[in-house]
């Protein structure tokens, strides 16, 4: 079936440091692709997303491009802020047997220090 | 400002006992979703509804039921609490028809623990 891996965490940096947070997925088709993040107690809200190949999804400062050569969907920023400290999940929208529904990575918790 | 809340942000219940999750959305959302949430695993898909009185199995429904009664409000229902149904639960509603992707509004979660 259709999955979803995430680089592992926790990723640890400094303000001001330049982000990447690995992703890869395995599915049938053309998936749209997105990334959501949650910050401590709250749930998740999304951030990006990218419905065909090579589409750029951006917020935030943050950037994500649709890699169908290499099904990858990493996600970048340039200078990290503490704000940024949260845990970021890649997702995919899988449609199989009917059924429609996300396939979210295992997560990739993040921290940034001053 | 679009809206999912849940009844608890965290509860305690004994092993046998019944629970029930609420979930209430106020975007006429027809799309509704249970998922649980464990370190290491992401978010898994327990039961989702694609509309009033529907439901489907998601990944892992075993131990677990939903009604969706009205629109708004979809209920999870831990039929007999175990320990290993100790989670995150996170409830999410969508805005997108039959083979778009849209987009998954969730709630803030309920921390639920079994003793």
């Known amino acids: 079936g259709d999955s979803v891996t995430q680089m592992e965490g926790p990723v640890t940096l400094s303000e001001e440091a330049f982000l990447t947070i690995n992703c890869t997925y395995t599915a049938t088709g053309y998936p749209s692709l997105f990334w959501y993040v949650q910050y401590p107690g709250e749930g998740l809200q999304l951030l990006l997303k990218a419905t065909k190949a090579d589409d750029k999804g951006s917020n935030k400062g943050f950037e994500a491009t649709y890699r169908k050569e290499t099904t990858s969907f990493h996600l970048e920023k340039g200078s990290v802020q503490v704000s940024d400290s949260a845990v970021y999940f890649c997702a995919l929208w899988s449609i199989i047997q009917g059924a429609q529904k996300l396939v979210f990575g295992q997560g990739t918790r993040l921290t940034i220090n001053p | 400002d679009v809206k999912v809340t849940q009844s608890s942000r965290y509860l305690v219940k004994r092993t046998g006992e019944k629970v029930f999750l609420e979930c209430v959305q106020d975007?006429?959302?027809?799309?509704m979703f249970w998922y649980r949430q464990d370190p290491g695993l992401g978010l898994r898909l327990i039961y989702f509804?694609?509309?009033?009185?529907?439901?489907e199995k998601g990944d892992i429904p075993e131990g677990y039921s939903v009604s969706r009664e009205k629109k708004e409000r979809f209920s999870l229902i831990l039929e007999s609490a175990s320990t290993n149904q100790t989670s995150m639960y996170l409830c999410?509603?969508?805005?997108?028809?039959?083979?778009?992707?849209?987009?998954?509004?969730f709630g803030p979660g309920t921390r639920l623990t079994v003793t």
């Open positions: 999410a509603s969508r805005n997108a028809g039959w083979g778009e992707s849209g987009e998954q509004y």
């Open positions: 509804s694609y509309d009033v009185k529907m439901k």
């Open positions: 975007m006429d959302h027809e799309n």
